[in-house]
């Protein structure tokens, strides 16, 4: 999805919004006011709050993508791989508190079926990446093979899930890059073969 100009700004601004005053805080009203254009003239941009949330998705995908796709490129060991995921992650999340605000925020889904399935595919495609990495250090014997990728996976994702949720729960104080590398070394230490 090619976002223009003043998309682009409409949607760091509702990123911005959400993180200040939460979803019910995404009006077009107030998201107007925040970019200094009347509501008609935003609605020339997207049709609703729900293709703007879909639009910030969209582009947390793309750029979730692109690193992925830059990291397969290089040929590493399957641990390191999962290492540089993980910490790009919370390096971007870490630099962008807003965004984790939106995507670590369960009620903006709750109530809109494509927003849910646009999540459902971030997360399937985010646990797709993860299990081949794993697959692929089990096949070198790198990453123990006692517990399925799949497992493996899940414990990968979810712990990130969570440090992010009690960061931003928090109110984004302490240093979530710091929290993340000691997380990163203790799920090392997971994955590796016996």
Not at 38 to 51: I, M, V, W
Not at 58 to 85: G, H, I, N, Y
Not at 142 to 156: G, T, Y
Request: proline share 2%; with cysteine.
């Amino acid at each position: 999805m090619k976002l223009t100009e003043r998309q682009t700004e409409i949607v760091q601004q509702a990123t911005l919004l959400i993180m200040d005053l939460g979803i019910q805080g995404l009006t077009m009203k107030n998201l107007a006011g925040r970019v200094g254009i009347t509501e008609p003239a935003l609605y020339r941009h997207f049709e609703s709050k729900q293709d703007i949330i879909l639009a910030i998705l969209t582009s947390f995908q793309e750029d979730m993508q692109e690193r992925l796709e830059l990291l397969l490129l290089k040929k590493r060991p399957a641990v390191e791989s999962c290492e540089l995921l993980l910490r790009g992650q919370i390096d971007l999340l870490a630099d962008n508190p807003a965004l984790a605000a939106v995507v670590f925020s369960e009620e903006i889904f709750h109530h809109d079926e494509r927003l849910r399935r646009e999540v459902l595919t971030i997360m399937s495609n985010y646990h797709e990446l993860i299990s081949s990495l794993i697959r692929l250090g089990q096949e070198q014997g790198d990453i123990r093979k006692d517990v399925s990728q799949d497992s493996l996976a899940l414990v990968l994702m979810g712990s990130l899930r969570v440090l992010v949720a009690r960061w931003r729960i928090n109110g984004f104080r302490g240093d979530l890059k710091q929290q993340g590398e000691s997380l990163i070394e203790t799920l090392k230490r997971l994955l590796l073969a016996p």
